[in-house]
């Protein structure tokens, strides 16, 4: 496993990070552990999860992994907060009251006492950006939290917060989390631009686009039972349409010329943006988890990247190709 600085930060993370929204749902703490097992084995750090993933399972299991293997130290451990959490008002968003009382819930469920980079799940619209970044601040100072980051932003409103953090001398986001694959280029506008400018870390989630760049959906073929798409409209409607599966049966074909799996080739297309610090790998079982993390191994050219089966980025233009359903 290589490893990188994340953005301009001293912090070094492995070019794979894993993400654990499938543990305690697809995923049970037996295979969940064999997962985080495996990953730590080839050389991984860089472990995230979320408060809201699975109602807080997952963020559970990797907690109980760390305490059962004793190797917090060598973990850099990312979790996030904004999505609710219960049924009270104040159960969710950026607030100050309720990033607070997110924190202690989450350093609770990991079983720790810090959190190395704690991102915001999304935009906030109902909480001014000063009031959310002056209690990451706090957070930072008490040595609750190592680094802040940020996930699903479009570029004006990550642009807000950096702002706000350099007038007012505040911790500033180290990364971003947006979602990017040969199937969702829309970050290449003016995300993956403006994280360059900035020096800010770019992991990306969805590289296998929800499974569909595994050749798994086929053109008027059953929907695979249990499957991304299925459990996810969002998904559904994102990524199912001709124009997707026209690209995937492609990009399949593209990846049996390689001789190479199309998960595989998926991660790699991804590493071959020097933009991308690293792709989210996530995983329901072993055997998924050991295909798709070979990809790090593929070290493409810029010449045969752009050579494999990718939508256009500016077919993003006028949607919305940055917050996702996780």
Not at 8 to 30: N, Q
């Amino acid at each position: 496993m290589e490893y990188t600085r994340l953005g301009t930060a001293g912090v070094k993370v492995s070019r794979i990070c894993l993400g654990t929204m499938t543990f305690g749902r697809e995923a049970d703490e037996e295979a969940s552990f064999q997962i985080l097992d495996r990953y730590v084995e080839l050389g991984g750090n860089l472990i995230d999860t979320a408060d809201v993933y699975t109602a807080g399972a997952s963020e559970r299991v990797v907690g109980r992994w760390l305490a059962q293997r004793g190797n917090r130290d060598e973990i850099v451990l990312a979790t996030k907060v904004y999505g609710q959490t219960g049924s009270g008002p104040n159960d969710g968003g950026l607030s100050r009251l309720h990033i607070m009382r997110a924190v202690e819930a989450s350093l609770h469920r990991l079983q720790t006492d810090v959190i190395d980079l704690y991102q915001i799940h999304r935009w906030d619209p109902t909480t001014p950006p000063e009031e959310t970044l002056a209690a990451l601040d706090d957070l930072v100072h008490q040595g609750v939290v190592r680094y802040i980051g940020c996930s699903n932003l479009k570029a004006w409103q990550l642009s807000k917060y950096l702002h706000i953090a350099r007038r007012d001398g505040l911790t500033r986001f180290v990364s971003l989390q947006p979602v990017y694959s040969a199937l969702n280029r829309g970050i290449e506008i003016e995300l993956l631009p403006l994280c360059a400018d900035e020096g800010l870390g770019v992991i990306n989630y969805n590289p296998l686009a929800a499974g569909m760049l595994t050749g798994k959906y086929r053109r008027g073929g059953p929907m695979p039972t249990g499957a991304r798409l299925e459990a996810f409209k969002m998904y559904h409607e994102r990524y199912y349409t001709e124009g997707a599966l026209d690209i995937v049966e492609a990009f399949v074909q593209a990846a049996q010329e390689r001789g190479v799996t199309p998960a595989q080739l998926a991660v790699a297309w991804v590493l071959g943006d020097p933009r991308i610090t690293c792709p989210i790998i996530g995983a329901r079982n072993l055997e998924q988890f050991n295909d798709t993390v070979q990809g790090a191994a593929i070290a493409l050219t810029p010449e045969e990247r752009a050579q494999i089966p990718a939508i256009a980025p500016s077919a993003w233009v006028g949607q919305d190709p940055v917050y996702g359903a996780r």
